[in-house]
């Protein structure tokens, strides 16, 4: 259910999110920057920008991409379910403290919420994006 995906802990932060900009894509990743709407849970604030890393890419004219990944578009909105990690956690070389954020994994670490909304996984009790949006908002009060 989503109160136990919330309940999990697995999120550092929950929050709405448009995608700004799409950066760099490698094998089997790709960098977005998204800026966070409203926030639910964590240390974030709304208007915050993100580097976001994604397991989905197009990479040397192929497509890489994992079970269950989410395609991000440039413009669109939302729910993410995101865990932090630190640069010098994955690249200790790099010597940077910054975090970047990855979508937690399935069933659903971002649900899109511009354009026609549809319910999938746990998800499905929830018909609109607003009773979506204050379903999560009442779970993580």
Not at 84 to 90: K, S, T
Request: glycine share 10%.
């Amino acid at each position: 259910s989503l109160e136990e995906y919330i309940d999990s802990g697995k999120s550092d932060v929950i929050a709405t999110a448009k995608v700004v900009s799409r950066g760099e894509a490698y094998k089997m990743a790709t960098a977005y920057e998204i800026e966070l709407g409203e926030v639910y849970k964590g240390d974030a604030k709304s208007g915050d920008k993100l580097t976001l890393i994604t397991d989905y890419s197009v990479y040397d004219g192929e497509t890489y991409r994992t079970s269950g990944s989410t395609v991000f578009h440039v413009g669109s909105e939302y729910l993410v379910f995101l865990k932090g990690v630190g640069m010098d956690e994955l690249v200790p070389e790099a010597g940077s403290a910054d975090k970047v954020w990855f979508v937690n994994p399935p069933p659903v670490g971002a649900v899109k919420i511009s354009g026609e909304y549809t319910t999938k996984y746990f998800y499905d009790s929830y018909k609109t994006v607003s009773d979506l949006k204050k379903g999560v908002s009442e779970l993580c009060k």
